[in-house]
């Protein structure tokens, strides 16, 4: 009997409910496995406890900020590969400083577009 692949975890951290719920739809609709936290915090102790496939994150939370967050997860071994797509708010010219900071960024601006998000995440992990 042939065994059923694991469904692909991704790890959603926004403090914004209504984003938080529509990526979840989305991605649960794709197929994955979708954990929803609201804070940095959250977003830490939860990756690593169990590491996602990917993580899908707002860069301005409460408490850590994704970008802190960030930082913090690629000093552990555990953590440090899990792609990162960040969702924001801020303006293009924050955006571009962000993406000098740390080259390879990948930022998807708010208010998501539903095909944006799915050839993002699609570039991570390809549907199967």
């Known amino acids: 009997m042939k065994e059923t692949p694991r469904k692909r975890r991704i790890l959603v951290a926004d ?3 209504e984003c938080s719920s ?10 994955f496995e979708v954990t929803v936290v609201s804070d940095g915090a959250a977003l830490y102790r939860s990756a690593g406890e169990r590491p996602p496939d990917l993580i899908i994150s707002d860069l301005d939370m409460p408490g850590l900020s994704g970008g802190t967050v960030d930082a913090l997860l690629r000093t552990a071994d555990k953590t440090k590969a899990i792609p990162i797509i960040f969702v924001t708010g801020q303006s293009e010219d924050r955006q571009a400083r962000l993406v000098e900071f740390r080259p390879g960024l990948q930022i998807l601006r708010k208010p998501i577009q539903l095909t944006e998000l799915a050839a993002a995440v699609g570039e991570h992990l390809p549907l199967r």
């Open 15 to 17: 403090d914004d409910p």
């Open 22 to 31: 529509f990526i979840r739809d989305v991605l649960t609709e794709m197929g």
